[in-house]
């Protein structure tokens, strides 16, 4: 009732204004001096142009439109609604044959009509504008190029809560500029007494995911207690996230992260849309999202296996609520146990299999743990791939770490062991493509140094870096999820895929960036320094010494390519490891290692 109420009221008022075009159509036609007869032509054929006009708006549902929220889109629909009736009013009064009748009226009343219909609807949003403001809002400052700006602007505009009082922008060019009635008052870093000078305490960060304005805008912000917002991407609309286009908190994703990754959807659908598909580790933080990007792409049935059970368990939840049409099948079990693992495969009989099941912490496996990291990374792999092979699973696909290039832990050389054990099983099933995916540090995954510095500044202080020059590569998790899709649908089998990692980042940087994230400064949270962890590196590689890669149809992805390396003897791994039993000396371990993986040396 309140929509129909609305609706005839803004037919009305455009009635109302079409009446008034038409008495100024004559007007204007005779000079401001419209002759009685003429007066009384305009009054006697006002009622078939209403009609007309009324009847050609409704069936285009102009009369649906809000006033106050008048955009672009509005005023395209009001000015073929218009067009429309004006042509058809026109045809009308032509084919009556109205004697004497000006038919210059039917060319200017449209004109006047469209007029004054924008004009009330740009009055009354500019109303309800102003009478918001004047109510007040959290000042705003926005930081951008004008294009940036511009979109922002647009999704604030009739808000009650943000009030915009002006620009930054990384172009020295804008300053001075007005887009909006808001100025351009300065570049980036001038961010800081721009905010002081307005009493500002939000800032607004329109630029791009990842591009240098977004950091240069955190890193040029000193003000302790000031907040960082951002629009939401429109994949986060679409998933969801956050309170529609709301402006959200900034994370260190939106600093770090890099475009959206072009995924060729199709493979993927063909590949995965209807199929059962089998993660193992599918409780940890790739292995999660994995299941989330294998879901979405519409997976019939998705068969989930991590050691964890509250893992799991929170898995189930979490698929069950977004995704009720799949059919999810969550198993707790050890990929180090093979007939269990088999016996799981040779029951879902999977097309695709994502192996995610791995122990990835280098000072915990480098440490008392070392056989921990040989048993779950090495025969764990093992295990997978070969139950593959012998279930007929068209795709396997390992998830692998830079820390398998030129490897100076153990963690690390289990992992590039495990590559080479996919490579050897390889050669036994040609009818599975045997995979693997390397790619760095993921932002916020279990472990990470991320979760651990907010920790930290939740303390208090003070954030602990091993090493003020060490740096690393991240992604996001998302993007490194997608990547290990597509490059499971590139890959051929006994391939080694390299991720683009994008450019390294200290994490002495990284520790500053989530300082002021958090609303400090490094006089409240100090950062210091403990010196470089065992088998710790200053720096990560994506690629040992004696590869090289070769380019792939997907600008992230690369492949890399071994050269003269004998064929792998899986039965000797696992004879190894079952005679050296659950304690093999630190010495022996290592050594055999040495013996697998001749890159893997130990730090001095």
């Known amino acids: 009732m309140q929509f129909r109420k609305h609706t005839l009221g803004v037919l009305t008022a455009d009635l109302v204004l079409a009446l008034v075009a038409w008495q100024t159509a004559f007007w204007l036609r005779f000079n401001l001096d419209v002759p009685p007869e003429f007066a009384q032509m305009?009054?006697?054929?006002?009622?078939?142009?209403?009609?007309?006009?009324?009847?050609?708006?409704?069936?285009?549902?102009?009369?649906?439109?809000?006033?106050?929220?008048?955009g672009l889109h509005e005023l395209r629909q009001l000015a073929r609604g218009v067009a429309v009736a004006g042509l058809i009013t026109a045809a009308a009064v032509l084919m009556l044959r109205?004697?004497?009748?000006?038919?210059s009226v039917l060319l200017l009343h449209p004109l006047i009509a469209l007029a004054l219909m924008a004009a009330a609807r740009a009055a009354q949003r500019s109303l309800h504008e102003r009478r918001h403001a004047a109510v007040g809002g959290r000042r705003l400052l926005l930081v951008g190029t004008l294009p940036e700006a511009a979109e922002a602007l647009r999704v604030l505009k009739g808000s009650t809560q943000w009030l915009p009082v002006g620009m930054v922008?990384?172009?020295?060019?804008?300053?001075?500029?007005t887009l909006q009635d808001v100025h351009v008052l300065g570049t980036l870093d001038e961010i800081a007494d721009i905010c002081q000078d307005e009493n500002v305490q939000t800032v607004l960060v329109a630029s791009e995911p990842g591009s240098p304005a977004?950091?240069?805008?955190?890193?040029?912000v000193n003000v302790a207690g000031l907040t960082l917002l951002t629009l939401p991407r429109p994949d986060q609309w679409i998933q969801g996230q956050g309170d529609g286009s709301a402006p959200r908190r900034i994370e260190l994703e939106d600093l770090l992260g890099r475009a959206p990754v072009q995924l060729d959807v199709a493979g993927l659908s063909a590949m995965i849309s209807g199929q059962t598909v089998l993660v193992?580790?599918?409780?940890?933080?790739?292995?999660?999202?994995l299941c989330r990007q294998i879901a979405r792409l519409g997976a019939a049935r998705l068969v989930c296996v991590d050691v964890s059970e509250y893992a799991i368990y929170q898995l189930e939840q979490e698929l069950r609520e977004a995704h009720p049409q799949m059919r999810g099948i969550y198993y707790t079990a050890n990929v180090r146990e093979a007939d269990r693992l088999g016996a799981i495969v040779a029951r879902e009989r999977p097309s695709v299999m994502f192996h995610a099941a791995a122990y990835k912490h280098v000072p915990l496996m480098e440490q008392l743990n070392e056989i921990e990291a040989v048993r779950t990374n090495v025969l764990g792999t093992l295990n997978a791939a070969r139950v593959a092979g012998v279930q007929g699973v068209r795709r396997f696909v390992m998830v692998s770490t830079d820390k398998a290039v030129n490897p100076t832990n153990v963690m690390g050389a289990s992992k590039r062991l495990a590559e080479r054990v996919v490579q050897g099983v390889a050669a036994s099933f040609p009818g599975t493509e045997y995979v693997s995916v390397r790619f760095g540090n993921v932002l916020g995954s279990s472990g990470s140094v991320v979760p651990l510095f907010t920790a930290q500044i939740a303390r208090g202080g003070p954030i602990t870096v091993t090493h003020p020059d060490i740096v690393r590569y991240f992604m996001t998790i998302p993007e490194a999820a997608q990547l290990v899709l597509q490059a499971g649908l590139m890959g051929r089998s006994g391939?080694?895929?390299?991720?683009?990692?994008?450019?390294p980042v200290k994490i002495a940087e990284l520790a500053r960036l989530l300082i002021r994230l958090s609303g400090r400064t490094e006089q409240d949270i100090p950062i210091t320094y403990t010196g470089l962890r065992p088998g710790e590196k200053l720096y990560e590689e994506l690629l040992a010494d004696d590869e090289t890669t070769l380019p792939t149809p997907h600008p992230k992805l690369r492949i890399a390519r071994a050269s003269g390396q004998l064929q792998m003897d899986v039965e000797a791994v696992v004879r190894w490891v079952d005679t050296a039993g659950p304690a093999p000396s630190e010495?022996?371990?290592?050594?055999?290692?040495?013996?697998?993986?001749?890159?893997?040396?130990?730090?001095?």
């Open 42 to 70: 305009a009054w006697t054929t006002a009622p078939l142009a209403l009609a007309l006009y009324g009847l050609t708006l409704i069936v285009l549902r102009v009369p649906r439109q809000v006033w106050r929220f008048t």
């Open 98 to 103: 109205v004697p004497q009748f000006p038919r």
């Open 169 to 177: 922008s990384p172009a020295p060019a804008d300053v001075g500029r």
């Open 214 to 220: 977004r950091r240069a805008a955190l890193l040029n």
């Open 280 to 289: 193992t580790g599918a409780g940890g933080s790739i292995g999660s999202e």
């Open 495 to 503: 391939q080694i895929f390299v991720l683009d990692m994008g450019e």
């Open 587 to 604: 010495q022996d371990l290592r050594t055999w290692l040495r013996d697998h993986v001749p890159e893997y040396q130990t730090p001095r």
